[in-house]
């Protein structure tokens, strides 16, 4: 019989990539909302797409083990000041995020990647 073995870290290669996930971020963006205006009716959709599109691309990097969850916020942009933070409870050697902004005059977008190992 072999004895179980448990893997509790990634290595370096299967660790969360989070400089390519915030280009692959950068450019659904890009893609998705160059010279839209804001109409509130549309950012239902452009909030499901928009996440949908990261977290596939993010799931066909084929990280093993880590879950990826996805937070995409859109408004409209009046030249008002928008904050946003998140706090999270996970481990700092094995869990990452990324995220990019999209900033036009008529509107703004912030897409997060969430990508937590699962021991």
Not at 8 to 15: A, D, G, I, V, Y
Not at 83 to 101: I, L, P
Request: some cysteine.
């Amino acid at each position: 019989g072999g004895e179980a073995t448990y893997k509790l870290r990634p290595t370096f290669k299967e660790k969360f990539p989070s400089a390519t996930v915030k280009e692959m971020i950068h450019k659904i963006l890009i893609d998705k909302l160059s010279g839209q205006t804001y109409h509130a009716e549309n950012t239902a959709n452009w909030t499901k797409e928009i996440a949908d599109e990261v977290r596939l691309q993010a799931k066909g990097l084929e990280l093993p083990r880590y879950k990826v969850f996805v937070n995409v916020v859109v408004g409209e942009n009046r030249g008002q000041a928008v904050r946003m933070g998140c706090k999270c409870f996970w481990d700092n050697d094995t869990d990452c995020y990324a995220s990019d902004t999209f900033v036009s005059d008529k509107l703004y977008c912030v897409a997060t990647c969430f990508g937590v190992y699962f021991y």
